[in-house]
């Protein structure tokens, strides 16, 4: 703080020192001051009803020409102890600064923490293809999930190729009793050899597609996990870079701080000229305790 380098200089005294006469400063306004709160203007005297001896209890002052000069160097010492309990008050200030200073204190330049690049996706990988290409991979999603939706278990050619079979081997059903006798006749009405042929061709035309669509896919997934081994060794090699250069930056940190430490706690509390008669007094006195 600018304002608390107003107390040092490069000769004065040191927070001990200063501490020490302000204590010798209080001790002795403490007595003027009980010599002054002692004042009195009449004297007090007693004796016994009928005796002519008189007992002087208390004596009023009889002179207050001293009484100015005294409230005064009274309240020079006060001034001096103001004065000193102040500097070393700002002195710790000045000292809990330098402890407390930031890297913004001292003008340290904090290096930039660096940040992880966003991993691609498969969709920032499709944006890439060419309309032809991107085209091609919507086709073959669409294909595959068309003809899989129709010939995997519970599609309904699936289900119909089953149902067919079944047909084949129980033409005729029967429900109902005596005269309510329904008979139920199922007739394949395409041949059986056909639908499994083109089944089995759906088959390989679904294996095919799928084996182009997953060929794809493996590329955008090889593309995203190099993406992201390449980013994290990237961000891996900044951050140690990163962490190293600031463990200089707080070794810079440490070492300016000590050092300000250092110069506050060297710092000397200088005298006014207006306090330097009543300082010399208390310093005199100071000595002899």
């Known amino acids: 703080m600018e304002k608390d380098l107003i107390f040092f200089g490069e000769v004065g005294l040191t927070s001990t020192s200063a501490n020490y006469l302000a204590n010798v400063a209080k001790e ?20 016994l009803l009928g005796s002519k001896d008189e007992s002087l209890l208390k004596e009023g002052w009889k002179n207050v020409l ?4 005294t409230m005064k160097d009274i309240a020079s010492l006060k001034s001096l102890i103001s004065w000193l309990r102040e500097a ?14 930031d890297y913004d204190y001292y003008n340290i330049h904090i290096p930039d923490r660096p940040e992880r690049e966003e991993y691609i996706t498969t969709d920032d990988y499709i944006a890439t293809l060419n309309i032809k290409q991107r085209n091609r991979y919507y086709y073959l999603e669409a294909v595959c999930a068309t003809i899989g939706q129709y010939i995997h278990p519970g599609g309904v050619f699936a ?8 047909v084949i081997s129980e033409p005729h059903t029967v429900t109902g009793q005596g005269r309510d006798t ?6 394949p009405s395409i041949n059986e050899q056909t639908v499994e042929d083109t089944f089995l061709q ?8 799928q084996a182009e669509l997953n060929s794809i896919k493996h590329d955008i997934e090889d593309a995203v996990n190099k993406d992201t081994a390449t980013k994290n060794i990237e961000y891996n090699e900044a951050m140690k870079l990163y962490q190293y250069k600031m463990s200089q930056v707080e070794a810079e940190l ?20 207006s306090l330097k008669n009543i300082y010399e ?9």
Do not use: H, W
């Open 88 to 101: 070393i008050r700002a002195k710790e200030r000045l000292i809990k600064e330098a402890q407390d200073g």
């Open 202 to 209: 759906l088959q390989n035309t679904y294996r095919e597609y």
């Open 28 to 47: 002795m306004y403490r007595v003027s001051e009980q010599n002054l709160n002692s004042m009195i203007f009449y004297t007090t005297t007693v004796k």
């Open 182 to 187: 329904l008979l139920y006749t199922r007739t």
């Open 66 to 69: 001293c009484v100015e000069s």
């Open 254 to 273: 440490t070492m300016k701080r000590k050092e300000a430490v250092t110069a506050a706690s060297s710092l000397k509390i200088i005298i006014p000229d």
């Open 281 to 289: 007094i208390v310093q005199s006195v100071g000595k002899k305790k």
């Open 159 to 166: 289900e119909q190729r089953e149902q067919l079979l079944k």
